[in-house]
């Protein structure tokens, strides 16, 4: 039972444009929300995380986005640059317990 | 950097070895957490380590076993390889106390098993 959903698989965007990245969990026990970014044969990077007494999130050209009661948050990526592309991996977890991860998101930023 | 350090970074074993993993956690976490990530798959939870004793146990063998030492560093060990074991090992850290803090990841051991 896969508790955290992510979308889309991949995703290309022009340089300057908006990445979107979606997930979905179902497990309501959840309160902790991070985003990491993995480049290949580097181990995953906290990127930006959220908890659920808040709505949304900004951090430099990160945002999440966070609907508690459809269970859903997302990661926009604002002015996409080619230094971003990397795999981006939404995960849940309770306080800072165990973390469940997304199967993630290839993201290619084209030039 | 995280001050989170794996060795070795890539190991090639044959089936039925086993395997010893290292990690050296962040100063000052006393948890550790490895994690097993598949090719193109999201890093799975294997176990969690606080204070030497294990601490959670996700859905995987008991030929997969781990230590974490008085310093806090940690070993993770698989018996009786296989060749689905072939996959990057994660570790990371935390300190769980107080508020606690978030999970820091080594870069990983690549470790395939042919």
């Known amino acids: 039972q896969q508790q955290v959903k992510q979308s889309p698989q991949s995703l290309i965007v022009q340089k300057g444009g908006i990445s979107i990245i979606n997930c979905a969990y179902e497990?309501?026990?959840?309160?902790?929300f991070p985003w990491y970014q993995q480049f290949p044969g580097k181990g995953p990077a906290l990127l930006i995380a959220?908890?659920?007494?808040?709505s949304e999130k900004k951090e430099g050209r990160f945002t999440i986005s966070f609907n508690k009661s459809a269970k859903q948050f997302s990661l926009h990526i604002m002015d996409s640059q080619p230094g971003d592309s990397a795999t981006y991996f939404c995960?849940?977890?309770?306080?800072?317990?165990?973390?469940?991860f997304g199967k993630g998101t290839m993201l290619l930023v084209s030039p | 950097e995280t001050g989170v350090t794996q060795s070795p970074t890539h190991l090639i074993k044959t089936r039925g070895q086993q395997v010893t993993l290292r990690c050296s956690s962040q100063?000052?976490?006393?948890?550790v957490s490895w994690y097993q990530q598949a090719l193109g798959q999201g890093p799975q939870f294997i176990f969690q380590?606080?204070?030497?004793?294990?601490?959670g146990r996700g859905n995987f063998p008991p030929r997969f076993s781990g230590l974490q030492f008085p310093n806090y560093s940690s070993e993770l060990n698989v018996n009786a390889l296989e060749l689905d074991d072939s996959a990057l090992y994660l570790c990371?850290?935390?300190?769980?106390?107080?508020?606690?803090?978030?999970?820091?990841f080594g870069q990983g051991t690549r470790l395939t098993v042919v």
């Open positions: 100063s000052g976490h006393n948890t």
């Open positions: 380590y606080y204070r030497e004793e294990e601490n």
């Open positions: 990371a850290s935390s300190l769980v106390q107080g508020a606690g803090t978030e999970a820091f």
């Open positions: 497990n309501t026990a959840f309160d902790y």
């Open positions: 959220i908890r659920p007494d808040v």
């Open positions: 995960a849940a977890s309770k306080g800072y317990s165990t973390l469940t």
